[in-house]
């Protein structure tokens, strides 16, 4: 796959005590090439060969959460599933089949698949989260403008945490409700894109950081 960057802190400017993931965009520019390679020599390879060695091989999303500093990749944790807010990210740029990818990993067939096909943009999401998160927060509010928000050109809102109410409304059940994601040609447009979706919805009791993707644009700018 390729590679995303999240924000875990609650607050702008990384502040804050850590979340679940407050947004991410993909690709993320401080893993180029030259880094790639080294994260795939010193860490996901060894990885793999070792669990094949103990005569357990792995099937299935190896996620390596990671932490660059002076240019030497370091390994935080391993998932074993795609990364939340980092997957949605990489799906509005995935232009292979996804299916495909899923079936071909469950079958050991991965290495007969043509490489997979991504999307030169930069996508990038938005979460909308419940006022009090990640602390205790209220459940029930109403939620209006989605649809509008959705409808934007190369936009998805992924619904993470919620639910419809007797009347029928869209309501917030979670902490990190809405992730507002858009594709555009760098981080900035997507930045842009994300959030003017954002701001059609209708929500008084949801918050977001405003500054997801702020290092990767102050490198654009």
């Not at 103990?54 to 932490?67: D, I």
């Not at 209006?144 to 639910?163: L, S, Y």
């Not at 979670?174 to 842009?192: D, Q």
């Amino acid at each position: 796959l390729v590679s995303a960057q999240d924000h875990k802190a609650v607050g702008e400017g990384d502040t804050g005590p850590n979340t679940g993931g407050m947004g991410a965009y993909t690709p993320a520019p401080v893993v180029d090439a030259d880094m790639q390679e080294v994260i795939m020599r010193d860490i996901i390879n060894p990885t793999v060969a070792g669990m094949k060695a103990e005569g357990v091989p792995f099937q299935g999303v190896l996620f390596a959460g990671l932490m660059i500093q002076d240019g030497r990749p370091r390994l935080l944790e391993y998932n074993v599933r795609f990364g939340d807010p980092e997957c949605q990210t990489l799906m509005m740029r995935l232009e292979s089949d996804l299916l495909e990818l899923l079936l071909a990993a469950a079958e050991s067939r991965l290495a007969d698949l043509e490489p997979l096909q991504w999307s030169d943009d930069t996508a990038m999401l938005v979460v909308y989260a419940t006022k009090g998160y990640p602390g205790s927060y209220p459940k029930g509010s109403v939620i209006r403008g989605v649809d509008e928000a959705n409808a934007q050109p190369n936009t998805v809102v992924f619904h993470a945490g919620t639910d419809r109410n007797d009347a029928g409304e869209l309501i917030a059940t979670g902490g990190r409700v809405l992730g507002i994601t858009s594709r555009a040609a760098n981080v900035k447009e997507a930045a842009a894109a994300s959030y003017a979706a954002l701001d059609m919805i209708d929500w008084s009791e949801g918050f977001c950081r405003r500054d997801i993707g702020w290092r990767a644009i102050a490198r654009e700018d």
